[in-house]
């Protein structure tokens, strides 16, 4: 029993350094200019369907109740890998950060020309909304030990927004929860 625990831990850390270089790796290739965004037509809809069911576990796992408000056939211009990289990996925080038996919203929002994915959780503190986007920045040190992860993911979402000429913002209001907001504007074609 010992052997299998000692195991178990050991391959949970394997795996966590495996997350960390793979994103590091990602994120010194968008530092360094090498990818490229290749802008085609994406099915919102569609990717967030297929986002939803990549994640279904963890949201039943902790009872959250994923809701939509997406138009069905809303295309935009973007890069479909790098944006579902983003949307991936806002909708992973609001899973990871939000309470149980909480709600997670997805609304494509006309007027702005944007997707705002928000949670119900327990929010961040205004002192630490203007450093979310740096590497290795952990909004709460008394969760960094039980919630996974290594600060990595919202740099990441930062650069490839930039790249995809998307304006990201993020408000939050303490005990209430979170909102990323995507602002697309005009995409190159």
């Known amino acids: 029993e010992q052997y299998e625990k000692g195991i178990k831990e050991a391959i949970a850390q394997a795996d966590r350094m495996h997350l960390l270089m793979e994103q590091l790796l990602q994120l010194s290739r968008l530092h360094s200019g090498v990818v490229t965004a290749e802008f085609t037509t994406v099915d919102l809809k569609e990717m967030l369907t297929t986002l939803e069911d990549k994640w279904m576990k963890k949201l039943e796992e902790k009872k959250i109740n994923l809701h939509w408000d997406v138009p069905d056939n809303k295309e935009i211009r973007s890069d479909y890998f790098l944006l579902e990289l983003i949307i991936d990996n806002l909708l992973s925080n609001a899973i990871k950060y939000g309470k149980e038996q909480g ?64 304006h990201i913002s993020v408000s939050s209001t303490e005990g209430k929860g979170t909102c990323f907001t995507l602002h697309f504007t005009s995409a190159p074609f």
């Open 103 to 166: 709600n997670i919203y997805i609304e494509w929002q006309e007027k702005n020309n944007s997707l705002c994915i928000s949670d119900d959780g327990y929010g961040i503190s205004a002192e630490h909304l203007p450093h979310l986007f740096k590497r290795f920045y952990r909004a709460d040190n008394s969760r960094n030990s039980k919630v996974p992860g290594n600060g990595l993911g919202l740099a990441i979402v930062n650069k490839i927004a930039n790249l995809l000429n998307i």
